[in-house]
């Protein structure tokens, strides 16, 4: 069962037992409050940035053009300590082509990269973030993503 679908249940239980019992209210409150403080952030926003600052966006093609120095942030919300940037090439369906391209801690409820050319495998891919509380983790969308010939 999904962590989502955990908290669903138990917030249902809580408020089924409310209605039951006053007496076990306090506790049930206090573990869903428990259980929410163990879950990995949502992610609110990821933006790509040029050196300069300004947005990078899709082109007709739903590419996204990574230039060097290129600035990933991650927005996110709720408990977090860490944050992981992957790659894999295109065309390939096996994650054993799957790389680590940079991690970092969250600072502010944000995760920020500086993306380097020489950080990919291929110049053409799948990009996205995985944030963490600890152990538990939560994957972002998959950004398609060219590299800029420079």
Do not use: H
Not at 90 to 110: A, F, M
């Amino acid at each position: 069962m999904n962590t989502l679908k955990k908290i669903v249940t138990i917030g249902t239980m809580v408020l089924s037992l409310t209605a039951c019992s006053s007496n076990n209210n306090d506790k049930y409150m206090t573990l869903y409050k428990e259980l929410l403080e163990q879950q990995p952030p949502d992610i609110e926003n990821i933006l790509f940035e040029d050196e300069s600052g300004n947005k990078l966006l899709e082109d007709e093609s739903g590419f996204i053009t990574i230039y060097n120095n290129t600035k990933l942030t991650a927005s996110v919300d709720g408990n977090s300590t860490d944050a992981e940037v992957y790659f894999v090439p295109s065309g390939s369906d096996n994650s054993e082509y799957q790389q680590l391209v940079t991690s970092g801690s969250i600072e502010d409820d944000k995760a920020e990269f500086i993306l380097k050319q020489e950080e990919f495998s291929d110049g053409l891919g799948y990009l996205w973030v995985v944030v963490y509380n600890n152990e538990l983790g939560r994957k972002s969308e998959e950004f398609k993503i060219s590299l800029a010939e420079e």
